[in-house]
């Protein structure tokens, strides 16, 4: 059969001219009668290739009821063929930066309702391919409201140890607590703002609750301060010590009693161990006090550690305690460090590599 180009360009005018009628259509067509097309044809239309159409509008008045939900994928919660990598449990698994407002007690009677950062972790058996996320925060929400801290965090544990059938898991808690101090002088008075965490960890059936502390302070070198002395009395030259900010980590143990270890008494703990914490509110009287002050307790980064473990010593509601120290060296372009340990709790062959990158505290 001859085909001659006439023709053929007749049909491509035709064909042309269909599609237009297809596409023309389907702009007022409804959903249900474009699904309803040939693949084929459906294929012709704009966006479809060789997918089906699906709604771009967000569904408003849709509900998922529990026969729905249950038809759900959870590959979290699959069996274990869906497990890549080792064949090998983990020992922490969770969340970690979730925030919600925790209501904490404070030694005076009060209560305050702080923004509370929560890190929770449970144990995952090597059968096991995933935990339910969600489940640690909602059992969290469930408590917060009615309950305070360290209460917060035993409920929490149990609910979700039970939820998600782990047996070890650990939860803390990290917060900035306010106290109002006093300047040296003045009588003036503003909010300090502690570093706290609350951490309890629940292994093979033990629980174990911990405190941790950053205290902030000035820590004037003794060397520099005598080296100081000696150039004005020896040849009447003006010379300054070196101090610098710096920062302690308290990390203790609450051992069993019947007492509770108020986050103020570790605050005044830290103070009567080294009572040059940073200032709030400085008048030149405060400014001229706090040089005396720091004069008057020339410390070593060992010092300070040997000086925290003392009063951390002397409190029988603190079992093991580990104390970090770095003074943020003013003279070098380097740090000083120190760490001491009390007890096997904190006893470790190793330190994170950026611990004591995470003892700076710019203000």
Avoid at 217 to 243: K, V, W
């Amino acid at each position: 059969m001859n085909i001659h180009p006439n023709e053929l360009k007749t049909e491509t005018e035709e064909a042309r001219k269909a599609l237009e009628l297809l596409r023309g259509w389907a702009e007022k067509a409804s959903d249900a009668e474009i699904n309803a097309l040939d693949p084929a044809l459906a294929a012709l239309l704009p966006g479809q290739g060789s997918y089906p159409l699906l709604s771009r509008i967000y569904p408003q008045d849709f509900k998922a009821d529990e026969a729905y939900r249950d038809t759900l994928p959870d590959l979290q919660n699959g069996p274990s063929s869906l497990i890549r990598g080792a064949h090998a449990p983990i020992q922490h698994v969770g969340i970690s930066n979730f925030r919600l407002p925790i209501r904490f007690h404070t030694r005076d009677g009060g209560e305050l309702t702080l923004e509370t950062s929560v890190i929770g972790s449970v144990s995952l058996e090597a059968d096991k391919k995933g935990i339910n996320m969600s489940r640690i925060m909602r059992s969290f929400y469930v408590h917060s409201e009615k309950s305070f801290s360290f209460e917060v965090i035993e409920a929490a544990l149990d609910d979700y140890k039970a939820d998600l059938e782990s047996h070890d898991a650990r939860i803390m808690m990290r917060f900035s607590y306010p106290a109002k101090i006093k300047s040296l002088r003045s009588g003036l008075s503003g909010y300090q703002y502690y570093d706290f965490a609350l951490e309890l960890v629940d292994h093979k059936g033990t629980r174990n609750r911990f405190i941790h502390l950053d205290y902030v302070y000035s820590s004037t070198c003794p060397c520099s301060l005598e080296l100081s002395e000696h150039a004005r009395m020896s040849r009447g030259q003006l010379a300054t010590p070196h101090s610098q900010r710096s920062v302690a980590r308290l990390s203790v143990q609450e051992a069993v009693s019947d007492d509770i270890l108020w986050f103020e008494d570790l605050i005044d703990m830290a103070r009567r161990a080294v009572p040059t914490e940073t200032q709030v509110m400085v008048k030149r009287e405060d400014e001229q006090a706090f040089a005396e002050l720091n004069a008057a307790n020339p410390i070593f980064v060992e010092d300070a550690a040997r000086l925290f473990c003392e009063q951390l010593q002397d409190d029988p509601r603190v079992g093991d305690f580990r104390v970090a120290a770095s003074h943020q060296e003013s003279l070098h372009s380097h740090d000083a460090i120190s760490v001491l340990t009390e007890g096997e709790t904190f006893r470790g062959a190793s330190l994170d590599p950026r611990f004591f990158a995470s003892l700076h505290h710019p203000g």
